[in-house]
């Protein structure tokens, strides 16, 4: 299978990068969690917003990103074929409708808007530093999910991956659009 930008999965790109993330795989994670915290934190000590309407857009930022966290929690296990009692990890098959249609990992996407959130929120340029090291550690996870997902579920994944974008919301739509004219 042929790479298509960063929208579509290929075995050569997983195999490289897991063979980093195989032994390190947790690093990610634990920098990603530990940028929010840190994030979090400079929030409340920096000192005042320049501009209070971005505070605004902020906090509306902050829901978005929090919903999209939530609801793969709840939408994945059922639509996912999860056996009962299973969680996200235990997904039997690969998810291609609702939310799923238009971005592959939105719960990531939701974490990346904390992020900024955060920096619309603090409005200083050290919440921001903190924020683009997170985002990039949450991207690498994002890749790390997209090998261990064609790993597990295969040819079926990379199709899948072709035509919906890892994290990239306005082309996940435009695409969505475009392929319910095409139907």
């Given at each position: 299978m042929k790479e298509i930008g960063a929208a579509c999965v290929d075995w050569q790109t997983c195999?490289?990068?897991?063979?980093?993330?195989?032994?390190?795989?947790?690093?990610?994670?634990?920098?990603?969690?530990?940028?929010?915290?840190?994030?979090?934190?400079?929030?409340?000590?920096?000192?005042?917003?320049?501009?209070?309407?971005?505070?605004?857009?902020?906090?509306?930022?902050?829901?978005?990103?929090?919903?999209?966290?939530?609801?793969?929690?709840?939408?994945?296990?059922?639509?996912?074929?999860?056996?009962?009692?299973?969680?996200?990890?235990?997904?039997?098959?690969?998810?291609?409708?609702?939310?799923?249609?238009?971005?592959?990992?939105?719960?990531?996407?939701?974490?990346?808007?904390?992020?900024?959130?955060?920096?619309l929120i603090a409005q200083h340029w050290l919440v921001a530093l903190v924020a683009v090291a997170g985002i990039g550690s949450v991207y690498v996870i994002c890749v790390h999910e997209d090998r261990r997902l064609l790993a597990r579920f295969g040819e079926e994944y990379a199709r899948s991956s072709c035509s919906v974008p890892r994290v990239n919301l306005v082309s996940g739509i435009v695409r969505l659009l475009r392929r319910s004219k095409r139907s």
């Open positions: 195999r490289k990068v897991g063979e980093v993330l195989k032994a390190r795989g947790w690093i990610p994670f634990a920098a990603a969690a530990v940028l929010l915290v840190s994030g979090t934190a400079l929030l409340w000590t920096v000192g005042n917003p320049i501009w209070i309407p971005l505070v605004y857009v902020g906090w509306a930022v902050l829901l978005g990103g929090m919903a999209l966290m939530a609801l793969p929690l709840i939408l994945l296990p059922r639509k996912g074929q999860a056996p009962r009692g299973g969680g996200v990890t235990q997904t039997t098959a690969v998810v291609t409708t609702g939310l799923y249609a238009v971005i592959r990992h939105p719960l990531y996407l939701g974490w990346m808007l904390a992020y900024v959130a955060l920096v």
